[in-house]
């Protein structure tokens, strides 16, 4: 099936219709978008920030502490995940990897092939996101933009509705195999290794 004429093939998702087209819920969330965009500062900053906070916040709950004694438990906090952070990164490196492949690729296509409504492209968008999420988390995420753009070329839908259809399916990634708490409950040492402690 050709990609629809309503839809650029190039890659690029146009946004919603601007000016008179849009109703008011649709210019309300385009004034937050906005906002977020300029205001919002990026994940690492915001990382950097917290960690400001939360020193300020150490040493007024615990004046005695000195502020060596606040950086020793923050650089000790790290390294105590570091082993879980190692896991969560190869998550999402090879969940990527494995998105971004030629074969994966092409069953996506096919896959979306078949759509032909949009309420048929929202729910095979979430039902492919759910099961790669499922998979692993890191593929979930890949998978969920890819398909959502692929069924955009294909049928003419809001692109809000296809992104909220691939992320509504990722929330079932935490019962998959790559769940962070099934990770850290199987990491040797982990607190939350229940077995391990009761079997030695």
């Known amino acids: 099936m050709q990609p629809s004429t309503a839809i650029p093939t190039n890659g690029q998702v146009p946004p919603a219709d601007s000016g008179a087209d849009r109703t008011f819920l649709q210019r309300l969330v385009a004034l937050f978008v906005a906002f977020f965009e300029r205001v919002m500062p990026n994940p690492f900053v915001l990382a950097v920030l917290l960690t400001f906070v939360t020193a300020i916040l150490a040493a007024i709950v615990a004046p005695r502490n000195s502020p060596a004694t606040i950086v020793t438990s923050w650089y000790n906090g790290i390294f105590t995940i570091l082993a879980f952070a190692f896991q969560m990164i190869l998550v999402l490196v090879t969940g990527h990897a494995l998105a971004s492949a030629r074969p994966v690729e092409r069953l996506l296509q096919r896959l979306m092939a078949t759509v032909r409504t949009p309420s048929g492209a929202m729910i095979l968008t979430f039902l492919i996101a759910a099961a790669a999420s499922w ?42 195999p790559s769940s962070s708490i099934a990770l850290a409950q199987a990491s040797h040492g982990n607190s939350l290794n229940v077995v391990e402690k009761l079997t030695g």
């Open 135 to 176: 998979l692993n988390w890191g593929f979930g995420l890949v998978v969920g933009a890819l398909v959502a753009k692929e069924a955009a070329r294909r049928v003419r839908v809001d692109f809000a509705w296809l992104v909220a259809a691939a992320y509504t399916g990722f929330m079932i990634w935490a019962s998959g």
